[in-house]
């Protein structure tokens, strides 16, 4: 799909612009070099002799850099532009810029080169709601170069613009050059726009290196980072394709914070969210853990230094709480907004648990979790003492201020998600479903780390006792009998918020789900309300509040879908899973193999493609860190004490799977696995978990092409699946047995992967086609 916009980026400082390169920033159109929350460019518009030039490509293969290839207009489509104009740009503290002017005529030509230039130094919340600055803009004129400032009392920020051509015209909002070119000739200059914040740069301004050099030293950069990773080949290649994108956007989305400047951290996502987001870090972070453990490392440091330490309703914080959202614009600057750092998120701090343990488990690094461990200990005593608000066992939810706290506080965030299934909005405080999940699953990781290293086996059976207390507890309040799965929620009054969403698929990710509703939690999920096609949506078609594009009532959200799949695995729905996992990876190659923040619940056989949703971040870190997810949960990749187990069931399409490189406390190992394998795999343990499934499946194909059933009795069955193979299933004198062939087969059955691997587990829902004799 064709962006409109062209993004590069790194950590916080991002340039947003059209395909021509041009920024003109308004409040509708968020163009702009952007730096820790402020606009310092709002406009850099190129024009050659007072005209704008048309598009003829542009490309943006690295992440921090970009070439726009355009050219002067003719007026005609039969009269070729004697000239074209590339201008490549980078970032590295800053804007670089080098503009190049090209002659393709055997004449001299002379053009006006103008680059108009502004900054209205907005705070990023001020360019989404367009508002009036409060502060002093200044201009001043240097030699060859410029410099946009802004000053609110202490709060001081400037842009310093250069360029190296030393005849430029220079006035305070524009910069022009007359350019000769000899007949085939070329003319380049090099511009630099770099932020100062309160009079220090956040990267000097340099000419030592010419374009070439910078750009080979940052590439160097990128291609180590790289190499670090493991290494992915598949013979289906969208898989390597979207493999390879996610590294190196999480590359790109790594944030170095003024606070750490050591740490590295995911950064939410471009381009409102280029900061530090407790929630959003530390799923990235877990679904990054196999491949780069050092994400979750730097996360859990530095959200433990940030912890909070005292009540204060403006910034939602309370003793133990891990933050939020981390800003340092000017409204955060002047207390207008609560963001330094505000705490308004009921699930990053039990998210922070679980991703302490998942790390120790993964790195076996006990010498991180006795470090952290005062920092686990508040988060623990948080959950009981100000998650739980009304003591009823359940961590609600409701801001210390309405003008300026989030009205919703777990991941669905949007003032309008947690809907009744007419549609009403449920009341202050709520208590999500998923909020509980992750409650119980970090008590019980962290009873294990009580026990094996902090050495208290009494906080241990502590929090197993609390676990077990809390899981019956809400099987009993957020089961819908009537329904058949998990209420949404529970409002101010304890009523069930009825509506059918995905919050139910992080159920089965933390475990908390009852065994005897975990396959009708299975069948909403996987049914056609909710998986779309290309993944399940956030909220079911049918439901009073569903919107196909609504942020958070019907769009499809990558990151919430690897979850749900880590769910399926956990409870042994890996087909479900691998179907969950090719479904994402043929959506992400209509979005140039990166998956966006979300994109529209339309049905798939309606669209056939994957629309857009409008503002949707991209690159965004848990969208990012969703093939990562995937690929672990397809290959079933589990620490177990010194060594990686491998339980592969991978989609059809995948084929064979290769990762070279996977990082443990067992040093590096690198695993395989055949999709076709994989199947016979999933079949046999279908049929030696479930045998009666099979004789069933058998009793009810037409007696007249096979014998009847019986212990004395072989009866085979050829089973045509499509993409996923020929199978034979059979018994023999009694025993089940799978093979990959079917000439032998009494008849021959056509039907999907899916529907044998349904009416192997006894589903009652699944069709069984009658099967002809051969």
Not at 507 to 535: A, Y
Not at 725 to 747: M, P, R, S, Y
Request: proline share 5%; aromatic share 10%; charged share 25%.
């Amino acid at each position: 799909m064709m962006l409109d916009t062209v993004n590069i980026l790194e950590g916080s400082t991002f340039v947003t612009s059209d395909r021509r390169g041009d920024i003109d920033g308004t409040p509708i159109t968020p163009h702009g070099l952007f730096a820790l929350d402020t606009r310092f460019l709002s406009r850099w518009r190129l024009t050659l002799d007072g005209q704008s030039l048309a598009v003829l490509s542009a490309d943006t293969q690295r992440y921090f850099g970009a070439q726009f290839f355009l050219a002067p207009s003719t007026g005609t489509t039969y009269v070729d532009s004697p000239m074209s104009v590339v201008r490549r740009r980078w970032i590295e503290g800053g804007l670089h810029e080098q503009v190049g002017i090209f002659n393709h005529t055997p004449e001299p030509r002379h053009v006006h080169l103008r680059l108009e230039v502004d900054a209205d130094f907005a705070d990023l919340f001020e360019v989404k709601d367009a508002l009036a600055k409060k502060g002093h803009l200044y201009r001043r004129i240097e030699p060859n170069g410029l410099v946009l400032g802004y000053e609110r009392d202490a709060f001081r920020r400037e842009t310093q613009i250069s360029i190296d051509a030393q005849d430029a015209q220079i006035s305070e909002g524009a910069i022009e050059i007359d350019v000769d070119l000899a007949a085939n000739g070329a003319w380049m200059a090099l511009f630099q726009a770099i932020p100062f914040v309160d009079g220090f740069p956040s990267a000097p301004a340099t000419f030592s290196e010419t374009p070439d050099e910078t750009l080979r030293r940052l590439d160097k950069k990128t291609e180590g980072w790289r190499q670090d990773a493991p290494r992915v080949r598949s013979d289906w290649r969208p898989a390597e394709s979207v493999y390879n994108k996610s590294i190196d956007d999480l590359a790109a989305l790594r944030l170095k914070l003024p606070t750490a400047p050591d740490a590295a951290m995911p950064a939410a996502g471009l381009p409102w969210f280029m900061s530090l987001f407790g929630r959003d870090s530390l799923i990235t972070s877990y679904q990054a853990l196999p491949f780069m453990p050092n994400l979750a490392l730097d996360t859990l440091k530095t959200l433990a230094s940030m912890q909070g330490r005292r009540v204060d309703a403006f910034r939602d914080e309370e003793p133990g709480k891990i933050l939020h959202e981390l800003r340092f614009g000017e409204l955060t600057a002047f207390e207008e907004r609560p963001h330094s750092p505000y705490f308004g998120s009921a699930d990053s701090t039990t998210l922070w648990l679980i991703l302490l343990d998942e790390y120790e488990r993964w790195t076996g690094r006990e010498d991180v979790v006795r470090q952290l461990e005062p920092a686990a200990r508040a988060a623990l005593k948080w959950i009981d003492e100000y998650g739980d608000r009304d003591g009823d066992g359940f961590i609600e939810y409701k801001r210390g201020i309405d003008e300026t706290g989030l009205d919703n506080q777990c991941w669905k965030d949007s003032w309008d998600a947690i809907r009744f299934k007419d549609g009403r909005i449920a009341e202050l405080p709520r208590a999500t479903c998923e909020l509980q999940g992750y409650a119980y699953d970090a008590k019980i990781r962290c009873a294990r780390l009580a026990r094996d290293i902090w050495g208290d086996s009494a906080l241990a059976e502590q929090l197993e006792q609390g676990a077990a207390e809390l899981k019956r507890r809400f099987n009993r309040e957020f089961w819908l009998a009537d329904k058949g799965y998990y209420a949404l929620a529970l409002d101010k009054d304890k009523a069930q918020v009825d509506s059918l969403t995905s919050n139910i698929g992080h159920l089965l990710w933390s475990g908390i789900v009852d065994e005897d509703k975990v396959q009708p939690t299975v069948d909403k999920l996987m049914g056609e309300s909710m998986f779309s096609g290309w993944g399940i949506r956030t909220m079911a078609h049918g439901e009073g509040a569903y919107n196909p594009i609504g942020y958070h009532v019907g769009t499809v959200w990558p990151h919430d879908n690897s979850i749900i799949a880590m769910g399926l695995a956990r409870y042994g729905y890996r087909q479900e899973a691998a179907q969950i996992a090719q479904a994402m990876t043929e959506a992400a190659m209509y979005f140039d193999a990166r998956l966006p923040e979300a994109f529209a619940g339309y049905p798939r056989n309606l669209t056939n493609y994957p629309a857009e949703y409008p503002t949707a971040c991209s690159p965004q870190a848990w969208a990012t860190g969703t093939p990562l997810l995937l690929m672990r949960a397809v290959m079933g990749l589990e620490p177990q004490g010194a060594r990686l187990t491998v339980d592969p069931v991978l989609p059809q399409a995948i084929g064979q799977l290769e990762i070279s490189g996977i990082p443990g406390r067992w040093g590096r190992v690198d695993v395989s696995a055949d999709a076709a394998r994989s199947l016979m795999a999933a079949l046999e343990a279908a049929a030696a978990e479930a045998p009666g499934a099979i004789r069933e499946l058998f009793a009810a194909l037409d007696e007249s092409a096979i014998p009847a059933m019986g212990d004395d009795v072989a009866t085979t069955v050829g089973f045509r699946l499509g993409d996923g193979g020929d199978w034979l299933i059979g018994v023999n004198h009694g025993k089940v047995q799978v093979q990959e062939t079917f000439d032998v087969a009494d008849c021959v059955m056509e039907m999907s992967e899916e529907t044998l691997m349904a009416i192997l587990r006894g589903d009652q829902n699944a069709r069984t086609p009658r099967c002809p004799a051969r």
